[in-house]
């Protein structure tokens, strides 16, 4: 039948976003796609058209499933602890896998290729998902009054040390290093009692 895909959609975008994420964006190309997947260039020129589709519904596809895992991570009972399940879950994503695979929306926007504006688009809306979530979360909490900033300002700075963290980690790879900067941010943010 005309039209019909003749393989696993949700097969060969998972082995998609692999690849992508171990290559980054810039250094993937459709023939590597195809070989990855095993799926014929045609058949994913046909289906998607270019990189750039299937890149935006593998990165549709890592966000949701990103931002999730993270909100599940604010549900502790105190705003540190939170902050504290957030960074374990930030810096467990980048160091995950041998050799450690970083960190997909940063290594997407630093690469070496200017991506399209849908798919800095895409970026920007996971940060401000990032960035929402953990300003509401600050905000909501009874320790607000402990912070030194504002709710928004913290979570500004918390997504920007991330991004930074992501730097440090493919330059050092030492997960302990990471964790050390985190609690150095996290001591930082809340007010000496």
Request: proline share 2%; with cysteine; net charge negative.
């Amino acid at each position: 039948m005309a039209g019909t895909r003749q393989f696993n959609e949700q097969e060969m975008l998972d082995k998609a976003l692999k690849l992508f994420w171990a290559k980054g964006y810039s250094d993937t190309t459709m023939k590597d796609i195809a070989e990855e997947t095993g799926v014929q260039r045609g058949s994913l020129y046909n289906a998607y058209g270019d990189k750039d589709v299937i890149f935006l519904r593998v990165f549709s596809l890592y966000r949701a499933k990103y931002v999730e895992q993270m909100l599940a991570t604010l549900q502790a009972p105190t705003l540190r602890g939170a902050l504290e399940s957030f960074f374990d879950f930030a810096i467990n994503s980048m160091t995950t896998g041998t050799p450690t695979r970083g960190c997909l929306s940063t290594k997407t926007i630093v690469g070496t290729e200017a991506p399209d504006q849908a798919i800095k688009a895409q970026v920007k809306a996971l940060l401000d998902d990032i960035e929402t979530a953990l300003s509401e979360r600050i905000s909501r909490a009874d320790e607000q009054d402990n912070l030194a900033l504002d709710p928004i300002a913290a979570a500004q700075l918390i997504v920007t040390l991330t991004r930074g963290l992501v730097v440090i980690e493919r330059t050092y790879q030492d997960k302990q290093r990471l964790q050390n900067v985190a609690h150095s941010l996290l001591s930082t943010l809340f007010k000496a009692e």
